[in-house]
């Protein structure tokens, strides 16, 4: 048991390193290297330990190398772009992903897990993007704050997650494109000690990341 959180302290130590020597390098070439030195085991560690599940989900699924750049340029493009049409996500590249962050208010009235008009706005925009770039996978995350029952937020969790998954089929984007996830309370960003911290702990996000086409077809491209 000693051995085993040696190892995944160092993989996670190593990891950080890394990303800190990355500093001069733009978000493309990080995910080249990041993919070739860290891999999918290195990521799910990274993932638990820092509590970001989405940073960990996003390096797990990273192929590295000069086929990692490539799928980070394309990712580049398309992250840019839903910065551009979707004003009220917040947008951020990671690796060879993106992570696509709704804070609950957006989306949901207080305790609810029905989508609010607002929230069908934003959403409708975010799937002319997702449109435009198929050859992606997503996962939904649903989380919640700390108040109330583990039980209650977790299943609040995965009804929110479900129902923007829901929404977003119904307007086209083929089912086998999402993974649905209810996190509950469990993997905070944040502190759950003020009203503030909370409420950026009710969110839903969206990692998306490359399919095995675009992988395949990025190899393509990366050896020529």
Same mark, same amino acid.
């Given at each position: 048991?000693?051995?085993? !959180?040696?190892?995944? =302290? ?5 990891? *950080?390193?890394?990303? $800190? ?8 070439? +990080?995910?080249?290297? /990041? ?35 490539? /799928? ?17 996500? +917040? ?21 609810? $897990? ?10 409708? +925009? ?6 435009? !770039? ?14 109330? $029952?583990?039980? !209650? ?14 929404? =977003?089929?119904?307007?086209?984007? *083929? $089912?086998?494109?999402? *993974? ?9 960003? !944040? @502190?759950?000690? *003020? ?12 990692? /998306?990341?490359?399919? @095995? ?12």
């Amino acid at each position: 048991m000693k051995k085993k !959180y040696s190892i995944g =302290l160092i993989m996670v130590l190593g990891v *950080t390193l890394i990303l $800190s020597g990355c500093a001069s390098m733009n978000k493309t070439q +990080k995910g080249a290297v /990041i993919g070739t030195a860290a891999g999918g085991a290195t990521g799910a560690v990274i993932g638990r330990a820092s509590g970001n599940t989405a940073l960990g989900a996003i390096i797990g699924a990273t192929v590295g190398g000069v086929t990692g750049a490539v /799928i980070g340029r394309q990712m580049d493009k398309q992250a840019e772009e839903i910065k551009n049409t979707v004003p009220d996500a +917040k947008v951020e590249r990671v690796g060879e992903g993106i992570v696509v962050e709704f804070s609950n208010n957006i989306l949901f009235a207080f305790d609810k $897990s029905n989508l609010s008009e607002d929230a069908q706005t934003n959403l409708n +925009k975010l799937v002319v993007v997702l449109n435009n !770039y198929a050859e992606t996978n997503i996962e939904v995350q649903g989380h919640t704050d700390s108040k109330g $029952s583990v039980a !209650y937020n977790q299943t609040l969790s995965e009804q929110r997650a479900t129902a923007v998954s829901g929404y =977003l089929a119904n307007k086209g984007i *083929t $089912s086998d494109r999402f *993974t649905i996830i209810g996190f509950g309370e469990n993997a905070p960003k !944040y @502190d759950n000690e *003020t009203e503030t911290s909370r409420s950026q702990n009710r969110r839903v996000e969206f990692l /998306i990341t490359a399919n @095995d086409k675009m992988k395949a077809e990025a190899e393509k491209v990366a050896s020529k």
